[in-house]
């Protein structure tokens, strides 16, 4: 039992504190209208008044206020991790509801003026970060500010793999990463450039994974050089998302005044582009602008203009590349390949723009195109009774349409072919990352006929017990795993493993891009059951096929 006095003493001490809470937390949420940073002040608020309480706590370690206490420090700290939303704990309202009234208060106070804040469409809700519009202004205003002669710059940070954190973890998990990233973000900055006004940067928040920051003044382009690596650096490092080690990065695109522009958008647009050329070399790093990227953006995008032309011109093509049994020497099915007969470069392969139409999403329609065209195709031959299993080429961004596998089934259901004659190819990431859901639509295809490959396996990296359990038939081996059989016993004995691990689990090999009769001699002796290369035959025209296919000597063999 406290005596009176005593209980006196921590009555005046706890008014104290909620009084100087009440000071505070008030205080801080003026400063939030003010401050760009209205989080990062709640979080400083909350640490000193932690420090408070733990003092009290400390002096009185047995009491029941204690205890209040300490409950109330943890609410506090939970600010840290953007919590702004809880109620004062119930210890603290059993042993002190005047100060837990005064929290609730406080936190509603603080709650309100970011509601305020956002009301004005300045800040993101998320991070608390200045927004895409407030920067620009902004930056603006900055801008106008930098004298002749001196340089302002402008990181295009963009996260690396965060959409796997969204898909993997949920939303709310990746708004939480998303505040550990901009406050990352401000340490750096702060460290960095805080000291003065005249050089305090200005970050935001532009969209979705992607933050910039502008630096009205610095002094060359090695320290922004520092800076941007610092930042990538800074992301790097794993985040503690509750009990989760997750490893994201950030691409990061640098542009300088008055070299790559002398406005806040012509400095945007080449730090974005900057940015890309980051991430093009695996992201996790930074690209300083130069105009060797500017003309290789501008390819790319005159690339995906005409391409969103070509499918309506009908400039795109698919060419058929035999595959053949080692066994029987038969020929078993072929691959379908995208071209596209572009009106002024001539003959396009795929990596010209494949890589593009997966960045813009222009792929979904490309991928359409080709599986409508492929269950044309088969429908033909089905007429022709020229039964040949098909293999074609499934992106991974066609898997994030929700509708995907639907559509896939109704263009052939529509033609009236059985999904025993058509073969998916999917990468090996894009099966390694699949969810369950894709997972159970592929097996579903392969229960109803289809036959499902992994593509260009070697070149990722496989989780041997997903290889065990996936829905599978075939996995072909990356064209870089064979290239050396003939000349390296080390390529040998790597590509026997594989080739144990994959009929291990029950599917056949197909060697891809076998140029000569010696490397099918040892793939054969290795047991592997099928190839592909031009050491039998090049992509070819669909007539070329079917005439190829003739002269081999097998010209109807039924897989359906
Ligand atoms: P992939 O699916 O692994 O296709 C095999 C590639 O190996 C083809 O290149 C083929 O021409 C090439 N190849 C075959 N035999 C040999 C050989 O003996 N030696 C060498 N050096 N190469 C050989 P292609 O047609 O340029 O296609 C490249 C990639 O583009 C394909 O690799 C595939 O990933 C992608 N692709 C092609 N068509 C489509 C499509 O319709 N959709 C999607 N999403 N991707 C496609
Ligand atoms: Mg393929
Ligand atoms: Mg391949």
């Known amino acids: 039992m406290q005596s009176g006095t005593a209980q006196k003493i921590s009555n005046a001490i706890l008014s104290g504190a909620a009084g100087f ?29 932690c420090l408070l309480i733990s003092y009290l706590a400390s002096e009185r370690p047995n009491s029941e206020s204690a205890r209040a206490l300490s409950a109330l420090s943890e609410r506090l700290l939970a600010v840290e991790d953007g919590d702004l939303v809880s ?65 302002a710059a402008m990181l295009f940070v963009d996260l690396d793999r965060f959409k796997s954190v969204n898909d993997n973890l949920g939303h709310a998990r990746g708004d939480q990463l998303l505040i550990m990233v901009a406050n990352r973000l401000r340490m750096v900055v702060t460290a960095e450039h805080g000291e003065t006004a005249a050089r305090r940067p200005l970050l935001a928040r532009l969209a979705g994974d992607e933050f910039t920051i502008f630096f009205p003044k610095v002094d060359s382009l090695t320290e922004i050089e520092r800076v941007a690596r610092r930042v990538a650096q800074a992301i790097a490092e794993p985040f503690e998302l509750y009990g989760h080690s997750v490893d994201i990065g950030a691409s990061v695109g640098v542009s300088v005044t008055p070299d790559h522009g002398n406005s806040i958008e012509s400095l945007m647009r080449a730090a974005d582009i900057a940015m890309y050329c980051a991430k093009a070399r695996g992201g996790g790093q930074h690209c300083l602008f130069n105009e060797e990227l ?4 501008q390819s790319k995008i005159e690339t995906e203009k005409s391409l969103a032309e070509a499918l309506q011109r009908g400039e795109l093509e698919l060419v058929l590349q035999p595959q053949l049994s080692l066994i029987s020497g038969e020929v078993v099915g072929a691959e379908a390949l995208l071209r596209w007969n572009h009106p002024r470069e001539g003959l396009r392969m795929p990596d010209t723009f494949i890589p593009i139409a997966e960045r813009t999403g222009m792929i979904a329609e490309l991928g359409d195109w080709v599986t409508s065209e492929v269950a044309l195709l088969l429908a033909e031959w089905m007429r022709d009774d020229f039964a040949h299993r098909l293999a074609f080429n499934v992106s991974p961004r066609q898997l994030e349409r929700t509708d995907f596998f639907p559509r896939l089934r109704q263009s052939f259901a529509d033609h009236e072919v059985p999904l025993s004659l058509i073969e998916l190819e999917f990468t090996e990431s894009a099966a390694m990352d699949a969810s369950q859901a894709v997972l159970s639509e592929i097996a579903a295809l392969r229960a109803d006929g289809a036959r499902i490959a992994i593509d260009d396996f070697g070149t990722g990296y496989s989780n041997i017990a997903r290889l065990r359990s996936m829905p599978l038939d075939r996995v072909k081996l990356d064209p870089s795993l064979i290239a050396d ?15 144990h691990l994959i009929n291990g689990v029950g599917c056949e090999i197909v060697a891809e891009a076998v140029e000569t009769a010696a490397q099918a001699d040892i793939l054969r002796a290795m047991g592997c059951q099928t190839v592909q290369g031009y050491v039998f035959a090049q992509p070819m025209s669909e007539a070329a096929y079917r005439a190829w296919v003739s002269r081999a000597g097998n010209p109807a063999r039924s897989v359906a």
């Open 485 to 499: 059989i003939e000349t390296s016993a080390k390529a040998r004995i790597v590509v026997q493993a594989v080739v």
């Open 294 to 297: 500017a003309a290789d953006h």
């Open 21 to 49: 809470a009440s000071f505070i937390f008030s205080l801080s949420a003026l400063l939030y209208i003010t401050e760009l940073d209205g989080k990062i002040v709640a979080s400083l608020v909350a640490g000193t008044f």
């Open 87 to 151: 109620p004062a704990p119930v210890a603290v309202r059993r042993a002190m509801p005047k100060l837990a009234a005064a929290v609730d208060r406080l936190f509603e106070e603080v709650r309100a003026s970011i509601e305020n804040a956002q009301a004005l469409g300045m800040y993101d809700p998320v991070t608390s970060l200045p927004n895409r519009l407030h920067f620009r202004s902004e930056a603006d205003k900055l801008l106008g500010g930098v004298t002749a002669g001196t340089k």
